[in-house]
């Protein structure tokens, strides 16, 4: 059984940043594609970016490229979401995802955590 925790998220000023954790536990995660989504009040849980297994390919949303970074540490079983230049409009809950095959924008991950609050205030 995998089970993923989030946390990190909280209010920022916009322009500021966080850095979002994701630790994983039941399974190794240097197996597996990890992803995390977000999702808006009123709106669709949408893409923002994910990290192969390797860790050699990322991908992100172009609503967040240039300003957040994904990145992996499987000696800890943690990927991280660092954001940076925090607009109002990445308020969100945010979600980290894993599968063994790739996540996509289109393709989502089997296994999810309960996700975690971000407020950017303006």
């Known amino acids: 059984q995998v089970q993923l925790v989030e946390s990190g998220g909280g209010l920022v000023q916009a322009g500021g940043s966080l850095r979002l954790s994701c630790a994983v536990s039941g399974r190794s995660i240097s197996n597996y594609h990890m992803g995390w989504f977000r999702q808006a009040p009123g709106k669709e849980r949408e893409f923002v970016a994910t990290?192969?297994?390797?860790?050699?390919?990322?991908s992100y949303a172009d609503s967040v490229k240039g300003r957040f970074t994904i990145s992996r540490e499987n000696a800890k079983n943690t990927v991280y979401l660092q954001m940076n230049s925090l607009k109002p409009e990445d308020t969100a809950v945010y979600y980290c995802?894993?599968?063994?095959?790739?996540?996509?924008?289109?393709?989502?991950?089997?296994?999810w955590g309960q996700g975690t609050q971000v407020t950017v205030s303006s």
């Open positions: 990290i192969r297994w390797s860790g050699g390919s990322t």
């Open positions: 995802s894993a599968d063994g095959i790739p996540i996509t924008a289109t393709r989502r991950g089997k296994y």
